[in-house]
């Protein structure tokens, strides 16, 4: 039998390859099926681009669809502005019979060595010239190589006037929970009690305290499913429920315990929500993930010794029309903090490590990460709060463009608030607003305090 690990790996698998391939017949397939079946029209079609450029190795990763109709090709995820060009190989598919020419500025280029053409002027205009005599049809594709209007690894920070989170104090829990325009800010205490505040995405100025009836404990972990409903886990592993409006919480005996939430999402045509967990065998007492639907518990795979089973932070995000779930933290061994890792969903019963621990290139991450995903760009920042205990405590930042497969750590003097916003550690929250901005807030000081202010941060708009 195939285990459930073994079909999520295939799951995951199966949406890469349709979002890169399905993309090309949605996004391509702007042609009739009258046209699709048209052998004289396929011989000049081309299928399938790859650019390779030695100076540019990741280049030849960038996916290109093709617009058959319009006659374009393109990128859907951008590339850096100053990306520069010169000797490269254009991977083409196409039919046999199809003669290419390649215009590059004006000029038509012809392969050097290698099968190498020179891209110097691309910016000037690219297109693809394809020919085939035998059947007295011609078609020309424009070769569209779009860039960033702004630098991603560049952020221009400023305090947000007149905007402040409640004065907080006696803190043991920070977490930040968005559902649509919302921001939900949930406080853990030492008074063994959860404090809610409300804030808008858009105009994060004004925090109102939401009175809340039922909830009794300081929160652990909390996920808001995609239909408005929170689900929050106290530090004595009761288990909550809130309405929509999240005044009104009640206790849901679901008959396990409930270690940790890890997300939820909502399946395709479905109408109730999915939250994924962590939970423990009442008689084994071994660790298993686990899901609530609706009012049903199922049990999946258990959680391997290397899974961060507390201080990870998980995003839900949308692969080919399909829910995932992206987890990032670090577990402990002996009482230390390992090499954070990255953990993937699409199920909620088994998780995938992405990629091997050999292989990742985030650091330690002591306290729970920020992890933000800017959908318009497909790119994911994770923010590693300091560490005080650490000779030089530094915050560090990450980012992947590819749900988190590979990290890159970032320059931090480019891409986190200047000298003013401090060295912060835990209790660091942020948040992704349109377009492309990025708000943070909390984050305990050297001394003890949470800072009140909050901090939006701007890509650099290149200019001309």
């Known amino acids: 039998m195939v285990s459930s690990m073994s079909l999520h790996y295939k799951i995951v698998t199966k949406i890469a390859f349709c979002s890169l391939f399905l993309g090309t017949l949605l996004l391509g397939g702007c042609i009739s099926p009258k046209e699709i079946k048209n052998p004289d029209l396929e011989s000049v079609q081309i299928t399938s681009l ?64 290698n099968d190498s053409l020179s891209f110097v002027n691309w910016k000037q205009g690219v297109s693809i010239q394809l020919s085939n005599s035998a059947k007295n049809m011609n078609k020309e594709y424009k070769l569209d190589i779009r860039t960033y209007s702004y630098d991603p690894q560049t952020f221009n920070w400023q305090v947000v006037s007149g905007a402040q989170i409640p004065n907080l104090t006696n803190v043991k829990k ?17 008074a063994n009690k959860t404090v809610v505040y409300a804030s808008s995405k858009s105009n994060p100025s004004q925090w109102t305290l939401i009175n809340t009836t039922g909830l009794e404990g300081s929160v652990k972990d ?32 679901i008959g396990s315990s409930v270690v940790s939430i890890l997300g939820s999402f909502v399946e395709p045509g479905e109408k109730k929500s999915t939250i994924a967990l962590i939970l423990r065998n009442g008689s084994t007492n071994k660790l298993h993930f686990g899901t609530l639907e609706g009012s049903s518990v199922v049990s999946g795979e258990l959680v391997p010794e290397d899974f961060p089973i507390e201080n990870f ?5 949308k692969v080919a029309q399909h ?7 670090s577990h402990l061994k002996n009482g230390t903090s390992q090499k954070a890792q990255t953990w993937t969903s699409t199920s909620g019963k088994d998780w995938l490590r992405l990629p091997s621990p050999e292989g990742s290139n985030l650091g330690v991450s002591v306290h729970e990460p920020v992890l933000l995903y800017d959908e318009t760009i497909g790119r994911m920042y994770c923010l590693f709060p300091a560490h005080f205990a650490e000779a030089n405590p530094q915050m560090k930042v990450f980012f992947s463009d590819d749900k988190g497969v590979a990290w890159t750590e970032g320059n931090g003097t480019l891409m986190l608030p200047p000298t003013p916003f401090g060295i912060r550690s835990k209790h660091l929250v942020g948040y992704f607003a349109t377009p492309h901005t990025l708000y943070l807030l909390g984050g305990m000081l050297q001394d003890g305090s949470i800072p009140v202010d909050i901090w939006k941060g701007t890509p650099r708009i290149y200019t001309e």
């Open 323 to 329: 829910p995932m779930l992206v987890l990032v933290g």
């Open 222 to 253: 909390v996920t808001i499913t995609p239909l408005g409903v929170a689900c929050l886990l106290t530090e004595n592993n009761d288990f909550y429920l809130s309405s929509t409006d999240f005044t009104e919480w009640a206790s849901a005996n």
């Open 50 to 113: 790859r650019i390779e450029d030695k100076d540019n190795p990741n280049l030849k990763n960038t996916f290109f669809s093709i617009d058959h109709r319009e006659g374009i090709i393109y990128n859907a995820h951008l590339l850096p502005k100053d990306l520069a060009l010169d000797s490269v190989k254009v991977v083409l598919a196409r039919h046999s019979d199809a003669q290419v020419k390649f215009i590059i500025g004006g000029k038509q280029e012809t392969s050097g060595s």
């Open 313 to 317: 932070t998980s995003i839900s995000m």
């Open 174 to 190: 920070l977490l930040l929970k968005e559902h649509q325009d919302k921001l939900l800010l949930f406080v853990g205490n030492t």
